[in-house]
């Protein structure tokens, strides 16, 4: 039997333990909106009477709660009201009247049916789904008002089954991508459903490029995405609207590898890559209520890389040169040396020579201004070239992914293994093959 028992700390005369059924799992088979099954907690409260009381009543309860706290901050720096909900998931009682108890131990055996409709025990960040075994003891006093004695309370893991062992090997199915369908075909093949107790989670990734020549696959990363959305109904509020909130995570971190870097990497050829997931029980399991839904999907991210060379234009930078209208047009521009008299032959000469000088000048100038503009415009053609020579695309897939529970479990410690010395036998071969997970491929 498992016991949780509290002494309290103001009085010794009774103590109360809750044992369960060990038979009790826990584990509620089929979809809450489905055709379903659901369990039956059993067990029995005991109570430990050190010394002769007087007592009205013992009540033993199960209580299942959903609530959700997705408060948003106002103007004011000051939480508002309206991201708070709570609702009854179930609540059973037992009253068991009793008036003395004398020194010993009294057994009181309790059953509860529990609903194929309720869902998993569930905790995050912004709510949880609690249920809670409580026995509370009253003693009788002299007033009519019950006087609390003793208060016993221990949680109660609900999971939900959606695979039974008989059929380990889930669903298989291919997810084709659609983003840059010009640029690359790819498509991802993962299961559908898989235990969050240790199950593996194989993908496989095809990528096939549509040109080859200018195209690589740059990097790929695949990541298991848990994503959480608490949304409230709005019944609850003063202003009757609802309030909603969604939270990514990845419990299982993610995987990054770089295809191109593979010295025997040839883009024409069609790639398949594989990858294995591991989960375990950090990885919540699927929920679907009015108040939490969690749902998980494989995404994969792809990175391809593309050259541009063979579309976009030389611009190369070359030398900067002058042809000859510019020359003639600037030289137009210039304004005529004066006319000087016959007989100044030396004023004259003088007049010439600096007229030549000014023109020269100028027409190192209108050069030097053409080399400044002929280098801006290569230079910014040139940046413009390595910005647009290569161009990287994202393309995104997601494939859903159902995480479920076991039907058998353990807590705790590994289970001893089976006493053959007994009845009990080895499993053979066939019922060995059958069970245990499949072998990973590591190509």
């Not at 498992?2 to 038979?23: G, S």
């Not at 909900?85 to 055996?109: M, Q, T, W």
């Not at 529970?405 to 053959?420: I, Q």
Request: charged share 20%; proline share 7%; with cysteine.
């Amino acid at each position: 039997m498992t016991t949780f028992a509290k002494i309290p700390k103001d009085t010794n005369d009774v103590t109360i333990e809750l044992q369960i059924d060990p038979l009790f799992t826990g584990v509620v088979h089929g979809h809450s909106h489905d055709i379903s099954e659901g369990c039956t907690l059993k067990g029995i409260c005991m109570l430990h009477v050190h010394r002769p009381i007087h007592t009205r009543k013992l009540v033993i309860s199960l209580e299942g709660r959903c609530k959700i706290n997705v408060r948003s901050t106002t103007s004011m720096a000051t939480p508002s009201p309206e991201g708070i909900e709570c609702r009854s998931l179930i609540n059973k009682v037992k009253s068991i009247d009793c008036e003395y108890f004398d020194h010993g131990e009294y057994a009181y055996p309790f059953e509860f049916e529990l609903p194929a409709t309720l869902p998993a025990s569930f905790r995050g960040k912004n709510g949880y789904i609690r249920y809670r075994l409580e026995a509370v003891l009253h003693r009788r006093r002299r007033s009519s008002v019950m006087h609390r004695l003793v208060r016993v309370s221990r949680d109660i893991c609900i999971r939900r089954c959606l695979l039974s062992d008989a059929m380990q090997h889930s669903v298989y199915d291919t997810i084709h991508g659609h983003e840059h369908s010009d640029k690359l075909s790819y498509s991802a093949n993962a299961p559908t459903m898989v235990y969050r107790e240790g199950g593996l989670v194989p993908l496989t990734l095809t990528i096939d490029l549509i040109h080859p020549g200018t195209q690589i696959v740059r990097s790929v990363t695949c990541a298991l995405r848990e994503r959480i959305h608490y949304q409230t109904t709005g019944q609850q509020s003063l202003t009757c609207q609802s309030v909603s909130k969604t939270d990514d995570l990845f419990p299982l971190g993610w995987s990054t590898f770089y295809p191109s870097d593979n010295p025997k990497y040839n883009p024409n050829h069609k790639h398949e890559y594989n990858a294995v997931f591991r989960i375990c029980p950090r990885v919540n399991a699927d929920i679907n209520t009015r108040l939490i839904r969690v749902t998980h999907a494989l995404v994969v991210n792809i990175m391809v890389q593309q050259d541009n060379h063979e579309n976009l234009p030389s611009t190369a930078p070359t030398s900067p040169q002058l042809d000859s209208d510019t020359l003639s047009a600037s030289a137009q521009s210039l304004p005529s040396p004066p006319s000087t008299p016959q007989n100044h032959g030396m004023i004259r000469s003088s007049s010439s020579s600096s007229s030549l000088r000014s023109l020269s000048e100028d027409l190192v100038k209108e050069a030097a201004s053409a080399l400044s503009s002929i280098t801006r415009r290569n230079s910014h053609s040139s940046l413009s070239h390595d910005q647009q020579s290569k161009k990287v695309y994202s393309c995104t897939l997601e494939c859903p992914l159902i995480v479920t529970c076991r039907e058998h479990y353990w807590e705790g410690d590994r289970p001893h293994p089976p006493a053959y010395q007994d009845t009990e036998a080895p499993p053979s071969y066939g019922l060995a093959v059958e069970q245990l997970p499949p072998v990973p491929c590591y190509d």
